[in-house]
């Protein structure tokens, strides 16, 4: 009975910890639909979640679609079905592998950045002194920068998906000799407006859940440095579970039949 009673003592806890989690973004949510805004905070957020994610946003989509490239071939050629390598690629970074690649990078390097940026103004007591000067900490710290991820994070997945099909294109025309102008025609043939628009909100969801984690885990850090550093750990961790369990709903509500 104690094991039992000890089991469902952390499944409580799990449930208490989704109820915060949720009420925290309600909250952040409903500030960000009212005003003020505070324009300055919401362009330093969206140059920080944006054009500084871009290098790596890059990078990981150019070698993502190049091994998906290869891997495809490879695979195909057991079934002499090489032929659909440029559809294969195309729906694999579109539908799936942009997305969910972006956001963990995302997860990784804004979450945890956002986490431990909150958690040490809470520790050095900067956001006590924003109450103290009449400024709501959720409209000042937590709104803008949840909004600039919702409006950032799908620019860097469209980006992230072209980047990843020329990546399995720059590999298909070269080293498999596949033709420029048919691969190219088959992309475009194939892709279908429903793709990109589930592609793109995908990101959007994607980012909302990556920067709420990150502020929610600053918020409620603990003190000190170890305090710190769990909220940037435990930020990091939440957000990649949870935008691999929002993937897989995503998927079932634009594709299921």
Known sequence: MTFIAAIGRHFLE???????????GLEATSHILRPPIYGRELALAL????????PVVGLTALFTGGALAL?????GARFNAEAVVPQIVAI???????????????????TSSIAAEIATMKVTEQIDALVTLSTHPMKYLIAPRIFAAMLVV?????????????GGYLVATGPLGFSST????????????????????????????????????GMTSGRGAQGVGRATKGSVEAAAVLILAANFLLTGVFFSR
């Open 14 to 24: 799990v449930l208490a910890a989704i109820g915060r989690v949720g009420l925290f």
């Open 47 to 54: 140059v920080h979640i944006g054009w500084l994610s871009l």
């Open 71 to 75: 891997q495809i071939t490879a695979g």
């Open 92 to 110: 694999g970074m579109v539908r799936e592998l942009g997305p969910v690649l972006v956001g963990l990078m995302i997860a990784a390097r804004v």
């Open 154 to 166: 799908p620019v860097l997945v469209g980006v992230g998906d072209i980047i990843g099909v020329m």
């Open 182 to 217: 048919g691969y190219l025609r088959s992309t475009i043939d194939f892709l279908t407006l429903s793709d990109v628009a589930s592609s793109l909100a995908k990101g959007a969801v994607f980012g909302y859940i990556a920067a709420t984690m990150g502020c929610y885990a």
